[in-house]
């Protein structure tokens, strides 16, 4: 079974930082592409970044380049968010996903709470 958890969200102040983890397990981690979407209250999902299965190239939002960076761990069959320069348009839940480019995110995390306030 697939399975995504996503950690380490929680309240920061604006200008502040955060890192974000997905636990992956059930599946070959590194034979895939991993994402993470968010979604901001009362607004609909927004694609964050995505990472190849080797990390060796990322992609992001135009609206995240250089305050967020993806990564992942294959050996631990984890994925991570480190995000910056944080703003309060930043609050969301985040999912983690796996990504299958064309196809789509096929299987996804339950999200984690990220706010950004005073």
């Known amino acids: 079974e697939v399975q995504l958890v996503e950690s380490g969200g929680g309240l920061v102040q604006p200008g502040g930082s955060l890192r974000l983890s997905c636990a992956a397990s059930?599946?070959?981690?590194?034979?895939?592409?991993m994402g993470w979407v968010r979604q901001a209250p009362g607004k609909g999902l927004e694609w964050v970044s995505s990472i190849r299965w080797n990390g060796d190239k990322s992609y992001y939002a135009e609206s995240m380049k250089g305050r967020f960076t993806i990564s992942r761990d294959n050996a631990k069959n984890t994925l991570y968010l480190q995000m910056n320069s944080l703003k309060s348009e930043d609050t969301a839940v985040y999912y983690c996903a796996r990504d299958r480019v064309e196809l789509g995110m096929d299987y996804w995390g339950k999200g984690t709470l990220v706010t950004v306030s005073s």
């Open positions: 059930g599946f070959t981690f590194d034979d895939y592409f």
